[in-house]
């Protein structure tokens, strides 16, 4: 279990860091060109969640994280040494929303910077693609999970 909690450590440092890049050398809303026509940095200071949804709502993203916190221990604790796939998912989706949550404490919103110039997609940050990674994960774990229930039933 140790090394799941050192994975969710470096995911949290990748996110901090990219994040304070972002802020020490791009000014707000300034669009640097990464891969033209297919990835930019924009330094965005969201107060909201995807799509700015519940914006300025941030004692309800603390009580969210906290009670996701919570249950990703929980259950890492419990059933993480049953499946490696499972505690992969479950450690993402704690690196994502601690990644999230420091900003939020720190600064009051949250640093997105990663902004996809060939679809209409919100700019987002590391901390959101590790929740995206994780909850996908999860998706895959449950399906696969429920595959072999169904196998031993046969």
């Not at 603390?62 to 992969?88: D, F, M, N």
């Not at 990644?99 to 209409?120: A, Q």
């Not at 998706?139 to 595959?147: A, G, K, S, T």
Request: aromatic share 16%.
């Amino acid at each position: 279990m140790f090394l799941y909690y050192i994975l969710a450590l470096l995911i949290i440092g990748i996110d901090q860091f990219t994040k304070y890049l972002t802020v020490a050398t791009i000014d707000l809303y300034e669009v640097v060109e990464v891969f033209p026509s297919l990835l930019s940095w924009m330094y965005l200071q969201n107060t909201g969640a995807a799509w700015s949804i519940l914006e300025g709502q941030m004692w309800f993203f603390y009580i969210v994280t906290a009670i996701v916190v919570v249950i990703v221990v929980y259950y890492l604790q419990k059933y993480g040494r049953q499946s490696r796939l499972l505690s992969l998912s479950l450690t993402f989706v704690l690196a994502g929303s601690i990644g999230n949550v420091i900003d939020r404490i720190r600064l009051g919103y949250v640093v997105d910077m990663i902004r996809l110039e060939f679809i209409d997609f919100p700019i987002f940050n590391v901390a959101d693609m590790a929740l995206s990674v994780g909850v996908g994960l999860m998706i895959l774990y449950v399906f696969l999970d429920e595959q072999d229930k169904k196998r031993k039933l046969h």
